[in-house]
C-alpha cells in the first residue's frame, strides 16, 4: 500500500510536468522505455533495489544507461531524481500510475480480448468500434488467442469484464443442473 501511495505521488507530479510540456504521451513512452530496461535485466534490477549498494554508484549506472538512450532531459531528470530517492525501485508502479492519469486525460480505455481463435481483421475494427461506442472513449486494444475458451470470447474493459465464452456458458449449465438435482 505504501508502495502505491508512493507511486502515485510521483507519478502525478511527472503527469502534471508532463501535461504543461504537452508531452503526455512521448513522457509515457519514456518512462515505460527505460522500467523495461530495468525490469528486462533481473541483475540490473536487483542492483538498484539492493541497499547495500552506494547510492553514487546507483546514480552513476543509471546516468550511464541514460547517456545511451533517447530520453529527454525531463524525463532523465525524473529518473535521476527517483534514483536519488531511492524510488526507482517503484518506476514499474510509477509508469502504471502515470498511464492511468494519462488515460484519464486523453479519454482513453484499455481492453483485451481473449478469444479461442484468431479474429479478423474487420471483426477486430468492428469489436473496437463497438467497445469506443458502449465506453464514449478511444479503445487501445489487445487481442489474445486463448483456445481454452472453447469458443466465444472474454473482454476485459478496466474493472469490467464480458465473457461470453462457452467454457463460461458450460460452467453456468452445470451449476444449474447441479442446484436442480
Known amino acids: 500500500m505504501i508502495g ?12 502534471e510536468i508532463a501535461a504543461e510540456e504537452s508531452q503526455l504521451e512521448k513522457y509515457y513512452k519514456e518512462l515505460n522505455s527505460f522500467s523495461a530496461i530495468i525490469n528486462d535485466n533481473k541483475d540490473l534490477k536487483d542492483f538498484l533495489a539492493n541497499p547495500v549498494f552506494d547510492q553514487n554508484e546507483k546514480k552513476s549506472v543509471v546516468e550511464s544507461i541514460l547517456e545511451k538512450t533517447d530520453i529527454s532531459r525531463i524525463t532523465a531528470n525524473f529518473l535521476k531524481l527517483l534514483t536519488d530517492k531511492q524510488r526507482i525501485v517503484v518506476l514499474s508502479d510509477i509508469v502504471d500510475c502515470y498511464r492511468e492519469l494519462m ?12 478469444t479461442a481463435f484468431p479474429l479478423s481483421t474487420e471483426l477486430i475494427q468492428k469489436l473496437q468500434q463497438g467497445l469506443e461506442t458502449q465506453t464514449q472513449k478511444k479503445v487501445e486494444m ?21 465473457d461470453n465464452s462457452i467454457r463460461t456458458q458450460l460452467n453456468n449449465i452445470k451449476n444449474l443442473l447441479g442446484e436442480e438435482m
Not at 502505491?4 to 503527469?15: E, G, H, L, V
Not at 488515460?103 to 481473449?114: F, H, I, Q, W, Y
Not at 489487445?142 to 464480458?162: K, N, Q
Open 4 to 15: 502505491s501511495t508512493i507511486a502515485k505521488r510521483y507519478a502525478r507530479a511527472f503527469y
Open 103 to 114: 488515460d484519464e486525460a486523453l479519454k482513453t480505455v484499455r481492453a483485451s480480448v481473449k
Open 142 to 162: 489487445t487481442v489474445i488467442e486463448e483456445p481454452s475458451l472453447l469458443g466465444g470470447v472474454v473482454v476485459r474493459v478496466g474493472d469490467t469484464v464480458y
